[in-house]
């Protein structure tokens, strides 16, 4: 297995919360900044957080202070607390590798994406 595996997403209504996991392979997690980001309907997929080997974190202006990126390097896994939910936020969330060494926004600086995990808040 090399794609990561998405869970933890669902129907939640505005101001309510999810846990995002994103169970990954030794190979493509260890030692590697792990990305957050989502696609809403008919828009680009965008940065939402991520976090370094070293538990460096970043995150867009739109989630700072509502979501909590981490990551558990025994299990391969890195996760994502979302609070304060926003129908804004609906989109299908996807957590990634930064493979090349360049801006941690940048999808384009990310590879083995999995198939993602839908959130949906209804107002």
């Known amino acids: 297995q090399v794609k990561p595996v998405e869970s933890g997403g669902g129907l939640v209504q505005a101001g309510g919360s999810l846990r995002l996991s994103c169970a990954a392979s030794a190979r493509t997690f260890s030692g590697y900044t792990m990305g957050w980001f989502r696609q809403a309907l008919e828009k680009e997929r965008e940065f939402v957080a991520a976090i370094s080997s070293s538990g460096g974190r970043y995150y867009s202006d739109s989630v700072k202070g509502r979501f909590t990126i981490a990551r558990d390097n025994a299990k391969n896994t890195v996760y994502l607390q979302l609070n304060s939910l926003k129908p804004e936020d609906t989109a299908v969330y996807y957590c990634?590798?930064?493979?090349?060494?360049?801006?941690?926004?940048?999808?384009?600086?990310?590879?083995?994406w999995g198939q993602g995990t839908q959130v949906t808040v209804s107002s």
């Open positions: 990634a590798t930064r493979t090349r060494p360049y801006a941690v926004q940048d999808p384009a600086n990310y590879a083995y």
